[in-house]
Structure formats: C-alpha cells, structure tokens
DNA sequence: TAGCAACCTTGATGGCGATCAATATTCGGC
DNA sequence: GCCGAATATTGATCGCCATCAAGGTTGCTA
C-alpha cells in the first residue's frame, strides 16, 4: 500500500521520462512535434506517482483539470447513468483520457486503475494555450478524438448487435490488436479485469462470460489460465467476431471449415447460430 | 420528386440563410462567433441544393472533403462494417456529419437522406485554416467533438445493456429532447425512418420494433400511425430507458405505480421485468 | 500455514426476442 | 382512383442467455 516512501521512489523514476525517450511516443500525443516544440510539450506534462490497483484517478462529475495518458498498467472508466452502473471504457498505454469530458469540463465517468498504473497528466489550460501556437499539436488532438469517434462508434455498434460470444471474440480481437500496436505480444496478455468488469463493458453477465471463455478454450480458439490469455487461432476469432457461421472439428485446433462436413464421424460443433 | 426547376428554387432559398439569420445559430459551429467572424465563417460555407429522399450524400470510404450540418430533413450514417451493414447515427437538423473521418479524411460510413433535406457543406480546409485563426472556431469544434463522443459512448453504452423495450424507449427519449433542443415539439414528431432502420440502429429484429411499439400504444405511453408519434408519457418512457420496474395500469395512461397493486381486479401489465 | 474473502466456474430454469411465415397496410406512380 | 411494391403488423416456434444457486479456486492477511 505504497507509503509516502514509495510514492517519492516512484515519482523520482517518472521524472526521468522526458517524452522524447518515453517508448509511447509514437502514439502519443507530441508524435508530430519537432524537437523545439517537444520540449515545450514535455515542460506541461506532470508525472504523478504510481497508482494502485483500484485507486480512484477521477471522481463522476468532479471538475476536470486534465487529460491522462496511460504510461503503464490499465484502467477503467465507468459512469452510473440512468440507475445502472456500467463500465464504459477500459484504457491501455498510450490511450487519452478525458477527451470525452473537453466541453463540460467535468468527468463523465470514474476512472480507476485495474492494476498497478502510471500516467502522465497533462492540465488543459496549459495543453490549450499549447495548442493554440503549436499546428501540429492542435491537429494531433483533433485526430485523436475523430479516432476515437469513429471507433467507440463501430465498437460499440458491433455490441448491440452481436451474440455474446460474438462480443466476446470481439473484446479479444480488439485487446489483441491494441496491445500489438503498442509493441505487446498480439497472441499472449494478461487480463487485468475481471469476468464481472468485463461482462459489464460488453452487457452480458459475469457467467456467460466465463462460459464462453470456457467454450473457446475447448475449441482451441484460446487458451486461458486465471487471467492469463494466450490466442490460438486469431483468424477464427476475427470471423466469429464478424459473425460469420462458423464450424469447428473439436477437438483439433479450429479453424475455417468447408461448409460440408469433412468426415461423418467428425465430431461437430457449430458456434454463434446467432440471433442476427 | 425535386425537377430542376425546383432545385434551382431551393438553392435560391438556401443562398439567402446567412449563418446569422440562420434559425440553427444557436446550435451551429459559429454560435460563439462575433459579427466580424460569423461573416468570415458564413464565406466558406457552401450551400447545395436540397436533397431527395434516399438520396447518397457521401460514399462509405470515400475521401471527406467537407463536414456537413443538416438544416431540414435528416440523415442516416450506414457502415458496412464485418460482414454485417449497419445504422451508425442519425442526424437531426443542426447536427455536425464527418467529425468521425476527420483523421484519415474518409466517410467512416455512407451518408443519405431519410427524407427531403437540406444541408449547409463546409470544405475541410477551408474550416481548417479558419479556425487556426478563430480561436472560438476552435473552442467549439472541440466542444462538438467532446460532447458527441460522450453522448455516443453513453447512448451505445445503454443499447448494449439494455432489452428491446428499454432500447425503444431509450430512442424515443432521445429523439423527444433533440427535437425539442432544436426547438420542435417534444411530444409530437414524426419518425423519419423505417422500422427497419430503427431496428438496425438499436440492434433489434424489426418485428420486435413492431412489436413493442404496439405495446407501448396499449399501455398509453404513446400514441403511434403510420410514422407519426404522439408521446403521451414521458416521465414513463425514460423511467422505463432507466430500467426501473415499472407496473402499469391498463386501459388508463400509465405512470409510476406504487409497489403494491392499488385494487385487486384491475389489469396488471408488467413492462420490462427485463433481463438485467 | 490457516482462514477468509473475492473471484470464478458450473448447473438448472425460464423468459426474451430472432427467425420464419403469412397477411395487412401504406405509398408512389400512372 | 387503381395497381403493384415497399413497408408494417401479427403469429408460432425455438435457442440464447440472464438469473438464481451452489460449489470451487485463488490470493491476501494474520
């Protein structure tokens, strides 16, 4: 429970990160300065010490004074509307909180860290004056949000329609690539939440999930210790996530099948006969 | 069906709105606008000739070349996206198409017309270089962006959690307060769209958009024909898009009922005993 | 190492809603 | 106003998944 001592440790660590050398640079916000102007960027960040698993980053509701970047370690955002409680976003490194609170300036959800986390803070008012003289930042922020526009909105479309293990193959496909991007192994990465956290990002209960994760292990689409996840088969998650019919020989690793049955004593099982 | 004649009528109509007579203002991009600004906005804004229903306003995948703000009418985003089409947005009158293409300079999604509509068109660069040097330009485009990827997030974020009967009642809530905002009545409006694409939107099977507008009608939430709706009970429909259980008395309007049932023989119906 | 709490798995049951199918209704064109 | 096509309603069936319930596992604290 990181005392006063260990917050010191961690923060003389954080400040040596100038961003020029930080590894998420190029996904970051600064990824189109020039030195000159990296600089100034640099000089506005803060680096806070390390949060712990669970640590309240920002009250719902409560005023916003900066944008976070997750450094390391992940966390969540959720927003009690209309009665219910829900998760509505889970951030890696790299990704930009607080976007979606830019015009009210308040939080619209909590955010908390899943695991161990660091982040930079960058205030708005400094980041808006930035902003105002350097193009390159300006424009970085527009496409950073547009970005996230476009893909929360296809994200969470492909929910309302999917099965649940549809969302599911969804939810793996998209960590995969999210952590790929951010140089992680596209095949192996710990879940830092857990089946409750993540049943209520993609609505669907904690069992089924679990069920699910079960019935891809056994097809050998995935395999899963605790919270540990190693992707066999990445293209047949793709396709099950795009809801293609798709049928499996278990218990050989799955993969695309002829739409006839290969052999009459193969044992079949057909997954995702989904509603849509 | 719009002969050339008529286009050249309506176009004549549309190059008379100035942004500053424009009964939009207050909702538009320039709402933050001194005169001497509105008058540099107004100058790039470009206005085509209205158009038809069903007709394609921007091609999936094709370059963006201008943001558009739909004036009359209103307009559906289609995206074709694993496999499945898919309804990713309406826009009502006032409200900004392309922010979610502004970083690969690409329609994320098909845009047409669900009736006879108006657009105002503003070219991407010229909107750029503009507001490099308005600041409240700027400050708004921000502002537009933040407020829609909060408002998408949390909408979607209820669909994916929500039954069919709270998605319908989700929708209709929305559709009241937007049309309201935009200073139409929140009680009558008229559903521009087919059931389908009201099923496509909420990720619902069309019958069941049938279905539970019917249901709604027998329970005197609303009064629906053909596509024009009454809203009768407000209070009841966002309780119902909020998950409260909600027991409600037949024939007489519903409201809030007391957890107890007040006579022994009235007709009990019990809505959305939903699954979460 | 023991004990407890949080988390996860697995089973049984019932309701919601997708799908298929068959009309009914509305709307646009002549 | 009449006809054909698109759209909407209504019914019947069945599978997915939420919910309730009961263990099992993991991990933390003492």
Redesign the pocket.
Known sequence: ?ADHNDLLQRRGDADDVHCRHCSLRSLCLPQALDDRDLERFNAIVRRPGHFKKGSLLAREGAPLHSLFVVRSGSLKQVSHTGGREQLTRFFLPGELVGLDGLDTLRHPGSVRALEAATICDIPYTSLDTLAEQLPALRTQLFRSMSRTLREDRLLMGHFTH??????LATLLCELSERFHRRGYSAHRFR?S?????I?SYL????????????QFQQQGLIT?R??EVWILDLPALESLARGDRLTVLIPTPSRLAPPARTSPDAQIA?L?????
Chains 1, 2 share one sequence.
């Open positions: 429970m999917q099965s649940a293990d549809q969302r879940f939440k857990s089946r409750a956290e049943g609505g669907i209960a904690m069992e089924t999930v679990s069920r699910v994760l079960g899963i605790g919270r057909t995702s006969l989904a509603n849509h």
